[in-house]
């Protein structure tokens, strides 16, 4: 069966058809259609396939592709050639790296994050994948220096396997006063003390402004002084994970120019819930990011 082109996949979302079995997806409202918008470029942005879960997958790839995005974030490997088809990539892949609670701080996750990222991180270079996640796990009684030790030797074991291949395995930021309560890497200093310590290229911090908000503030100032060591970022309105818009705290387009005020060439993946139409708020973002 032949692709189809960008244009006539979004005329089939327009009358509301759909791609082999999935569910129906409404009409996209005059609003959300769009002709192929050109953006500045300073910052390349995506969009996180969990917070779309309703849409098709090819239809927010066709979306993305006309409203500018570069990449969709959070794609598992099997998912992973699907926005080739529209020009963009994975931005952020699946690929084994442990579960949020439980992941790098136990060794005994090792050898099994190990195992999955020797079968896949090969495929993410090969579909052009740049970014793998991972997480520290949570504390369950444990102390963070042990933690940091762990993770320290499990990232060491796995370095040279994205080095190999020219992938980066980055370790995610997460908050654990609202969202993942007891998670270890929940601090930027702690993550930074992990990934210093490997002092690989290839093994960087996924740095959520959401939940690094909620954490500590700071924002700018702190991407600015560590951003060789941030690998990729994740957006999100604070609080309550929703649009980027005057409802929230964080001034988005203020963070953004302090990105690129940087060298950082990596990806910007929008990651909020959204109150409203998805796709309209995801445009909304996306034109608010465009610095």
Same mark, same amino acid.
């Given at each position: 069966?032949?692709?189809?082109?960008?244009?006539?996949?979004?005329? *089939?979302?327009?009358?509301?058809?759909?791609? /082999?079995?999935?569910?129906?997806?409404?009409?996209?409202?005059?609003?959300?259609?769009?002709?192929?918008?050109?953006?500045?470029?300073?910052?390349?942005?995506?969009?996180?396939?969990?917070?779309?879960?309703?849409?098709?997958?090819?239809?927010?790839?066709?979306?993305?592709?006309?409203?500018?995005?570069?990449?969709?974030?959070?794609?598992?490997?099997?998912?992973?050639?699907?926005?080739?088809?529209?020009?963009?990539?994975?931005?952020?892949?699946?690929?084994?790296?442990?579960?949020?609670?439980?992941?790098?701080?136990?060794?005994?996750?090792?050898?099994?994050?190990?195992?999955?990222?020797?079968?896949?991180?090969?495929?993410?270079?090969?579909?052009?994948?740049?970014?793998?996640?991972?997480?520290?796990?949570?504390?369950?009684?444990?102390?963070?220096?042990?933690?940091?030790?762990?993770?320290?030797?499990?990232?060491?074991?796995?370095?040279?396997?994205?080095?190999?291949?020219?992938?980066?395995?980055?370790?995610?930021?997460?908050?654990?006063?609202?969202?993942?309560?007891?998670?270890?890497?929940?601090? *930027?200093?702690?993550?930074?003390?992990?990934?210093?310590?490997?002092?690989?290229?290839?093994?960087?911090?996924?740095?959520?402004?959401?939940?690094?908000?909620?954490?500590?503030?700071?924002?700018?100032?702190?991407?600015?002084?560590?951003?060789?060591?941030?690998?990729?970022?994740? *957006?999100?309105?604070?609080?309550?994970?929703?649009?980027?818009? /005057?409802?929230?705290?964080?001034?988005?387009?203020?963070?953004?120019?302090?990105?690129?005020?940087?060298?950082?060439?990596?990806?910007?993946?929008?990651?909020?819930?959204?109150?409203?139409?998805?796709?309209?708020?995801?445009?909304?973002?996306?034109?608010?990011?465009?610095?």
């Amino acid at each position: 069966m032949s692709l189809l082109s960008r244009r006539d996949l979004l005329k *089939t979302v327009v009358s509301g058809a759909t791609i /082999g079995a999935g569910p129906a997806w409404p009409a996209l409202s005059s609003s959300q259609q769009a002709t192929q918008v050109s953006r500045k470029g300073r910052i390349r942005q995506s969009a996180s396939r969990w917070c779309y879960k309703d849409i098709p997958l090819e239809k927010l790839c066709v979306f993305g592709a006309e409203i500018g995005l570069k990449g969709i974030d959070l794609l598992n490997v099997d998912e992973w050639e699907v926005p080739r088809r529209q020009g963009l990539i994975c931005s952020m892949g699946y690929a084994g790296g442990g579960e949020i609670a439980s992941a790098l701080n136990r060794t005994e996750n090792h050898a099994k994050i190990e195992e999955a990222f020797r079968k896949n991180i090969p495929i993410a270079a090969k579909l052009g994948v740049p970014n793998v996640i991972t997480f520290s796990g949570n504390r369950a009684g444990m102390s963070d220096e042990e933690g940091a030790k762990n993770t320290i030797a499990g990232l060491n074991r796995l370095k040279k396997i994205g080095e190999d291949h020219g992938v980066t395995i980055c370790m995610e930021l997460l908050n654990s006063k609202v969202d993942h309560k007891d998670y270890m890497c929940d601090h *930027t200093a702690w993550g930074l003390q992990v990934v210093q310590a490997v002092n690989s290229p290839r093994v960087k911090l996924l740095y959520d402004i959401y939940h690094m908000q909620i954490m500590e503030g700071d924002l700018v100032a702190t991407i600015q002084k560590s951003i060789d060591w941030f690998g990729h970022f994740h *957006t999100g309105g604070v609080p309550h994970r929703h649009e980027l818009d /005057g409802s929230q705290e964080v001034q988005w387009d203020g963070v953004m120019r302090g990105i690129a005020a940087t060298s950082y060439g990596g990806y910007v993946a929008h990651e909020f819930v959204s109150t409203r139409d998805p796709l309209t708020s995801l445009r909304q973002a996306v034109d608010l990011c465009d610095v």
